[in-house]
């Protein structure tokens, strides 16, 4: 059996495509979404219709754990029965929420409800998040149903792992988008393996995979000119990455995005 992860799809239907006929999967295997399946690229509807049709068809297990933007769309959605003046403050100032609202089916809908907020793979002592550990972060839910139990401050604060980028240098704490100064690290600068290997998404890194002590990124650009990427953990041999070419689509501002720490890959298995 092999682990199939995919970075980012950003609505990048081509690649994906490409990516998930190259990586040839078979019985048995699995295949995980770190989560921003939608937004920036061309056909984010579409992506969620193929990889919920590969959830339901093909010989392998479909895993999504979610993303802060498939969190942004679900509270969307629920806002617009209960909360209408709430959605309608969120949709002016992101318009992809009601236009991508108006394209999904109900089916679309309930699968990214059946997102999970993180993937553990003990096998290779791997922990799939979206964004990030902030350095704050000092125990981890074991299973998604214990996650799923957290409430109040404590189940705030766990949510940050779809969000975490920069971490206060002082306090290790989570610094959200914009809030960051010179010498604030990102979080995987300084996290020291604690709840395992962390692969994650969310940060794009236009020169390829992020490879950091205890963390990988696989947030390749896909939508900004780079590629598709996936880091494949096979049963019998090394981990190693595949990745296909992305589009050139979503604006992209590189001198807000970390130096790329490089491309050696730190991961055994266990």
Same mark, same amino acid.
């Given at each position: ?16 495509? *490409? ?14 979404? =770190? +989560? ?5 690229? @061309?056909?984010?509807?579409?992506? =969620?219709?193929? %990889? ?9 297990? =479909?895993?999504?754990? $979610? ?7 679900? #509270? ?6 209960? /909360? ?44 799939? %998040?979206?964004? +990030? ?7 981890? @839910?074991?299973?998604?149903?214990? *996650? ?14 779809? /969000?975490? #980028? ?5 306090? !290790? $704490? ?14 995987? $600068? ?6 395992? &290997?962390?692969?994650?998404? &969310? ?30 953990? @096979? *049963? ?7 990745? %296909? ?16 720490? !490089? ?5 055994? #298995?266990?």
């Amino acid at each position: 059996m092999k682990t199939a992860i995919i970075g980012d799809v950003h609505g990048a239907l081509g690649p994906l495509e *490409a990516l998930v006929a190259k990586l040839a999967l078979g019985a048995g295997d699995r295949l995980v979404f =770190v +989560g921003d399946l939608v937004d920036k690229g @061309p056909d984010p509807a579409g992506v =969620v219709r193929f %990889v919920r049709h590969l959830s339901e068809s093909a010989p392998y297990d =479909v895993i999504l754990v $979610e993303g802060n933007h498939e969190d942004r769309h679900r #509270r969307y959605h629920e806002n617009t029965a209960r /909360r209408p003046k709430v959605a309608r403050e969120m949709a002016a100032g992101a318009p992809e929420l009601p236009a991508l609202d108006a394209e999904l089916s109900e089916e679309d809908r309930a699968y990214l409800t059946t997102a999970i907020p993180f993937l553990r793979l003990p096998e290779w002592g791997v922990l799939v %998040v979206h964004g +990030g550990i902030p350095g704050t972060q000092r125990t981890f @839910p074991e299973t998604a149903d214990e *996650a799923n139990q957290w409430h109040g401050k404590q189940a705030k604060a766990f949510r940050k792992v779809l /969000r975490t #980028r920069y971490v206060s240098a002082e306090t !290790g $704490e989570f610094l959200a988008l914009g809030e960051n100064q010179p010498g604030d690290p990102f979080w995987a $600068e300084i996290y020291d393996g604690r709840f395992g &290997h962390v692969v994650f998404g &969310h940060q794009p890194w236009l020169d390829g995979p992020a490879c950091f002590a205890h963390a990988t990124g696989l947030d390749t650009a896909a939508v900004h000119g780079g590629q598709l990427t996936a880091l494949i953990l @096979p *049963a019998d041999r090394a981990p190693y990455f595949d990745s %296909v070419p992305g589009i050139d689509y979503a604006p992209r501002k590189t001198s807000d995005w970390p130096d790329h720490p !490089g491309h050696n890959l730190r991961l055994s #298995r266990g």
